[in-house]
């Protein structure tokens, strides 16, 4: 069989498994790299996720545009940052025990309105064949790329830039290092962190949409597996650098393709732990990553994570 | 100090008695009060969802109490659900108590269960009291393997307890799908792949006179043991020590890796049992439906009591009535399932809210009852 590309097709098979499964979680910690650079951390971005799946799936099928459908869940991610950033401005509140309830809750309004979209289908979030040069359809596959995840890349990119070269990236820096200097230079803390968490919320919904409008493409109770999640720990792993966050998701994205990959070419042994593996591989890189002697290098001063 | 004799230390002021008793009911009623006043507004805030929607807020409280309160047989429904909220909430409020904020006790639940079947299966023919004893052990030790090592990362290398257990959890319910679709599945289970049933000898019952298996009445026994750990033991006071501030509690010479270490396996262990009891008593054999989301209901319970063992009780009780009714509320209502998940999340967003307010009010000052005297 002249297709037939042997053992080979499964690093392809992983490249394009990398690109397909990344997106939604350099969405999510690009956002959720932004809410913490200004010194907040809202682990509710797992109930953000699902809840812009189920948004954008809803609004996809009746408008019958998947753009609209992101929109809409951009719209609701941002909202669910303002709720986590407002509840978080009243003193003495725990934005991780705030994180987990608005995760919860986040969630179970997803499952509240999405029942009666489980069944219709939304029309799809188009995708870019940048593989058309090869004849093999292992390759075509692969380098089908979904816009979003090239707006993604994008994104890493400007972010990346602006954190450097813009005022905004420098008062978000500087309050997330020292509430005290911000005041001291004007700059409300409380507001910085509610802009910077709404922004991280309308990304991570941006995630959730992906995940609903292309890959997997469908709306049901399963349809995240704890990406929400795994971008809080990735951020930390990427140093809060936008760049970072792009590779890390890659690599994540690579491990979530594992199982897959070699299911497709005949190794079903083991497929639940292969499916485990980017847990496995996060929990392994906080490890490595985090030391009890000193504070991580680039940690934003007021991050209670890493205090 | 050294010349300082008994007569220059200032007499302490005798309150009356009564002042005395006020300012100590004043001390202990802000922590009643405010989580009491937090759950009503909580049930406001989900009233004006339900009016949002069109739905009756008065019909959807009198279908939760007859569903979940209101007779013996609903009742005895409530204290069934709430059993594992009991272990799940305990694998949350203890590792509290040091400061850390573990949510992961879903993934203990699911391999105690597991462990428990694993074992339940294996010593089959053995005489029932050291099966049912040896199933206990094997799910606490899973379960405190599971917490204990999630402590054991965060003390020695700094890695968030928080993200570290959920992920554990994920794991741990990858595992069990390996493990039951694989070397521990019953050939049998066609749909849902299980574990081999236990056999009827090593099922343990209810509690008699009642329904509710005896899940029930050792989880209460381990909220007061919990209770009495924390409050009455110098462990107890060593991790609250060490939870307030950890150099501190090194200084003062105090081992606060094995404590926090050994509060986390605890923890982890006491899920552990809530899998086991879950197959031994409810199920009869393991399968996916130990990841129902105990481990997530038990950490709104803890936070709910504001991390007090005692607290749980109590708390478990109210969300186990409140899931107890979710079929009437679903079938007479025609709400969705997640009706449940929507008020549950309403009220640890209320819950956490209220936090602010602890300390604002000059009713619970003891000092203002103690002048008044």
Not at chain 1, 46 to 67: C, H, K, N, R
Not at chain 1, 166 to 180: C, E, N, P, Q, Y
Not at chain 2, 130 to 142: D, S
Not at chain 2, 344 to 364: A, H, N, P
């Amino acid at each position: 069989m002249e297709n037939d590309i042997g053992l080979w097709g499964v690093p392809l098979a992983i490249l394009g498994g990398a690109i397909r499964v990344s997106t939604p979680f350099i969405f999510v910690s690009l956002g959720e790299a932004v809410t913490e650079r200004s010194g907040r951390i809202n682990l509710g971005l797992e109930g953000t996720l699902v809840f812009g799946a189920m948004a954008a799936y809803a609004i996809a099928v009746e408008t019958g545009s998947p753009w609209a459908g992101v929109l809409a869940a951009m719209v609701a991610g941002a909202g669910f940052g303002l709720l986590h950033g407002w509840i978080c401005s009243f003193p003495r509140v725990n934005d991780i025990a705030v994180g987990i309830a608005l995760m919860l809750f986040g969630i179970g309004i997803a499952f509240f309105f999405g029942k009666p979209y489980i069944q219709p289908s939304a029309p799809n979030l188009p995708a870019i064949p940048l593989g058309d040069w090869s004849s093999l359809p292992q390759v075509r596959a692969a380098l089908n790329v979904n816009v979003l995840f090239l707006l993604g890349a994008v994104l890493a990119v400007a972010l990346w830039w602006a954190f450097k070269n813009t005022k905004i990236g420098l008062i978000v820096r500087v309050v997330g290092d020292s509430a005290d200097s911000a005041r001291a230079m004007g700059l409300s803390p409380t507001a910085v962190r509610l802009f910077a968490t709404a922004f991280g919320g309308a990304l991570a919904a941006i995630g959730g949409a992906y995940l609903s409008l292309y890959y997997p493409g469908s709306w049901n109770e399963r349809i995240s597996s704890g990406q929400g999640l795994m971008a809080v720990a990735l951020v930390i792993f990427a140093r809060w650098n936008p760049l970072g966050c792009f590779a890390a998701a890659m690599l994540f994205g690579g491990a979530g393709a594992l199982g897959p990959a070699l299911q497709s070419v005949g190794v079903t042994q083991g497929y639940y732990l292969f499916y485990a593996a980017p847990y496995i591989l996060t929990l392994l890189i906080m490890i490595a990553t985090s030391s009890p002697g000193r504070q991580l290098a680039g940690a934003p001063g007021e991050l209670s994570i890493t205090k | 100090m050294a010349d300082m004799t008994a007569s220059d230390v200032p007499a302490p002021l005798a309150p009356p008695r009564l002042s005395g008793a006020l300012a100590f009911a004043a001390r202990r009623a802000e922590g009643i009060v405010i989580p009491l006043a937090a759950l009503i507004a909580g049930m406001a805030v989900f009233s004006l969802f339900l009016l949002a929607l069109g739905k009756s807020p008065a019909q959807f409280f009198e279908l939760m109490w007859r569903g979940g309160f209101g007779s013996w047989f609903s009742v005895q429904n409530a204290l069934l659900r709430a059993t594992p909220l009991l272990f799940a909430a305990l694998c949350v409020a203890l590792p509290a108590r040091l400061g850390l904020t573990v949510i992961g006790g879903e993934g203990a639940i699911v391999l105690g269960g597991v462990a428990a079947a694993a074992f339940g299966h294996w010593l089959s023919g053995l005489p029932s009291p050291i099966v049912i004893f040896a199933m206990g052990l094997a799910a606490m030790i899973a379960g405190g393997i599971w917490i204990g090592a999630v402590g054991a990362l965060r003390h020695y290398r700094a890695v968030n307890e928080t993200i570290s257990s959920l992920l554990m959890a994920y794991i741990a319910i990858a595992l069990m799908n390996q493990l039951v679709e694989g070397p521990l599945r019953d050939p049998a289970s066609l749909n849902k792949p299980s574990t081999h049933p236990l056999d009827a000898a090593y099922r343990i019952g209810p509690i008699p006179g009642m329904d509710v298996h005896w899940g029930l009445a050792v989880g209460v026994i381990a909220c007061v043991a919990c209770w009495v750990l924390i409050d009455k033991t110098r462990w107890g006071f060593a991790a609250r020590v060490a939870g307030g501030n950890v150099r501190a509690a090194q200084i003062q010479g105090l081992a606060v890796g094995p404590l926090i270490v050994g509060f986390c396996a605890l923890a982890g262990a006491l899920a552990g049992l809530a899998g086991m009891f879950e197959v031994a008593s409810v199920q009869g054999t393991a399968n996916a439906s130990l990841a129902i989301g105990y481990g997530y209901a038990g950490i709104l319970v803890a936070f709910l009591a504001r991390q007090n063992p005692l607290g749980c009780i109590p708390v478990a009780f109210l969300l186990g009535g409140i899931a107890a009714a979710g079929g009437l509320i679903q079938r007479r209502m025609g709400l969705p399932d997640a009706t449940i998940l929507v008020l549950q999340g309403m009220l640890f967003i209320v819950v956490l809210m209220s936090d602010t307010l602890y300390g604002r009010f000059k009713v619970f000052n003891p000092d203002r009852w103690k002048r008044a005297g």
